[in-house]
């Protein structure tokens, strides 16, 4: 899918639950194409996350904070502070990571979300019932910020549950979706908050944390940060990345984020954040507290599994260039041998990848392979199936 992303400032204010209904109710009332656009309601604020024109005056602001621009664009921290930060630079290094650091203070627009978006979201996950729960309720944040023309952004999404499950997958078929640039935490094993919120300028190899690197160079103020196994980072003498997230997650603090190195508070307020968790129950009740916890379970029928290879094979060939190769849909037989004792959306993905390198690996010949255009099916082989197992088919 390939549009044109709109942008917007955002304002504070929602609804209230009577507003709320009414537009649940007219937005469902017709198709995703045909939905209107209504006036917002409601006073804007004023000062920071308001428009141009609304905005308080400057001399009330702190000298530091990050302030908006003009009326479509904002800023993520603010000019005159960063520069008081870097003034005094020296090295051609550190130069180099000023020059980068300095675009937190170019506007950037916010991307409106739209109804291709949903209809998007619908259709990438619309034939996978074990995934409902998720996706209605990104749908309805979704619907909202269509309808109201509100940036597009997700609150805190937490997918929780086994491994292999797809949790990572759903986040990055999320992320294609909604088009937003994305950035990716690996928290297993992380015991180190320096990735997330930088070192001091006191050390010698001194550097920005990863999170204020990405916005500085990012196209748009309200990409997606996806932190994975959120519950195996650990601790360290420069902090837990516990705490650094509750920061992220809590608005009124991610408006002021502040990075060791930078020094200077960063906005990462529009930021769309989802993590990953395999058991939720190790993660502190802060965490989950600031949280939508959603359960990401393998299918449970034959019918889901099938569409669940459907969707992957396609995938697959389009991802790797083989659709002129291989047959476009795969035969009962083939989805069956795909999917028999196969408990997890990893293992289907490994099989999957397998059958489809076996299928090439039987032509030596490069024009031989050539010849079976479109012809070309995954071969399932015995070692590829667990010797035991416990699904539907086992």
């Excluded at 910020?145 to 292999?164: C, M, N, S, Y």
């Excluded at 809590?250 to 993590?275: Q, W």
Aim: aromatic letters at 6%; proline letters at 8%.
């Amino acid at each position: 899918m390939a549009h044109n992303p709109r942008f917007v400032v955002p304002y504070a204010t929602c609804p209230d639950d009577l507003q709320r209904a009414h537009v649940d109710a007219l937005f469902q009332a017709l198709p995703v194409s045909e939905m209107p656009s209504i006036p917002r309601t409601g006073q804007r604020p004023t000062g920071f996350g308001a428009p141009a024109d609304q905005a308080a005056n400057p001399a009330q602001q702190p000298s530091d904070a990050p302030a908006e621009t003009t009326s479509n664009l904002v800023t993520l921290a603010n000019r005159q502070a960063l520069e008081q930060r870097f003034e005094d630079e020296s090295s051609i290094e550190r130069r180099k990571q000023r020059e980068g650091l300095m675009q937190l203070a170019d506007p950037k627009p916010l991307v409106l979300a739209t109804a291709q978006h949903f209809e998007a979201v619908q259709q990438a996950f619309g034939n996978l019932p074990h995934l409902q729960s998720v996706v209605q309720h990104l749908l309805e944040q979704l619907k909202l910020q269509v309808v109201l023309e509100r940036p597009l952004k997700l609150g805190p999404l937490l997918l929780g549950g086994e491994p292999g499950n797809g949790k990572s997958w759903l986040m990055h078929q999320l992320a294609a979706c909604l088009e937003l640039p994305k950035l990716e935490f690996q928290l297993a094993g992380t015991a180190d908050t320096l990735q997330l919120a930088g070192s001091s300028r006191n050390w010698s190899n001194a550097a920005p944390g990863r999170l204020v690197q990405f916005l500085a160079h990012c196209p748009v103020a309200n990409p997606l940060i996806l932190f994975e196994e959120v519950d195996k980072s650990g601790a360290s003498s420069h902090g837990v990345p516990n705490d650094i997230l509750l920061m992220l997650l809590e608005p009124e603090n991610a408006r002021t984020f502040e990075d060791k190195y930078l020094g200077v508070p960063v906005d990462v307020s529009h930021c769309s954040y989802v993590l990953t968790a395999n058991n939720v129950n190790l993660l502190s009740a802060p965490l989950l507290s600031r949280c939508q916890l959603s359960s990401v379970r393998p299918p449970h029928t034959e019918a889901a599994w099938r569409d669940m290879v459907r969707m992957l094979y396609t995938q697959m060939l389009n991802q790797e260039g083989l659709t002129t190769l291989f047959m476009s849909e795969l035969p009962d037989e083939t989805e069956t041998a795909l999917i028999d004792r196969c408990v997890s959306l990893r293992a289907l993905r490994r099989r999957l990848a397998q059958g489809i390198a076996a299928a090439i690996a039987q032509y030596a010949d490069p024009q031989q392979l050539k010849e079976q255009g479109g012809a070309l099916l995954p071969l399932v082989q015995a070692e590829m199936l667990p010797r035991r197992g416990v699904g539907f088919l086992g």
